[in-house]
């Protein structure tokens, strides 16, 4: 299997997961999103390459756990850009 089929397959098993858990964090922080397509599309993404991430092994060097905390921080960033949006 080819290293972008492989990376396909594994989007599209950790997508989903990442897709609920972007709509489960919306919800529960009352965050209005609707005119914000881009900025959801966004956080959708980085639910699942958080999911991918966690789901590799933790033989990287660190690097794994680094892109972890900045997938983190990037969530946090979208999740306070469209809350103010939805205050504008």
Known sequence: ?????????GLRRTLPLGAAFSAGALLSAGIAS??????????SQLYG?????QAAAPNKGGHRDAALRLVADAITQVQ?????????
């Not at 299997?1 to 397959?9: E, G, N, P």
């Not at 609707?34 to 956080?43: E, H, I, R, Y």
Request: glycine residues 6%; hydrophobic residues 50%.
């Open 34 to 43: 609707a005119n914000q397509p881009n900025m959801q599309n966004a956080l």
């Open 80 to 88: 306070l850009g469209i809350a103010y949006a939805a205050g504008r």
């Open 49 to 53: 390459a958080q999911a991918s991430l």
């Open 1 to 9: 299997m080819t290293r972008s089929r492989t990376l396909a397959a």
